[in-house]
């Protein structure tokens, strides 16, 4: 069952890139005004992967294909369920938009430093980590 205390988070990659987006300045907002890979809560009533494709819709005007849940993280004590996805655009245009600022496509490197320069290491699930490090040797 889905939790009223539930998100996603995105990994979309298109020509070898990664897409991050800059979080809107937002009160007690922990990614204000960082570059981040986009995410955004579950609403009452939908599943993950709805929630994914609306909320990616409003941050990017992207829509996505779907190619796989890396896992799912529990943050807060247990109060908060995280899914994790590796997702492609259909769509080639994407523009910031609800609460992002800016957006660009970077490196699985430049993900990966964005990983280790954050206070919030602890959410990213492993498999995310593995395959942007594959990527990354791959790329060498």
Not at 78 to 83: A, E, P, Q, S, T
Request: glycine content about 6%; proline content about 4%.
């Amino acid at each position: 069952m889905i939790s009223e205390n539930s998100a996603i988070v995105t990994l979309i990659e298109k020509d070898n890139l990664f897409l991050i987006g800059k979080k809107r300045e937002k009160d007690n907002h922990p990614l204000s005004g960082q570059w981040h890979i986009p995410g955004g809560k579950v609403l009452p009533g939908e599943d993950f992967e709805t929630a994914l494709k609306r909320e990616m819709k409003e941050e990017t005007n992207l829509d996505l294909k779907i190619d796989k849940l890396f896992g799912q993280v529990i943050r807060g004590d247990g109060v908060w369920r995280v899914n994790w996805y590796l997702c492609h655009p259909i769509n080639d245009i994407a523009i910031a938009g609800d609460d992002l600022t800016d957006i660009r496509w970077v490196t699985s490197q430049e993900i990966l430093d964005l990983k280790n320069n954050s206070q919030r290491n602890w959410e990213w699930p492993e498999k995310v980590v593995s395959y942007l490090k594959e990527y990354v040797a791959k790329q060498n």
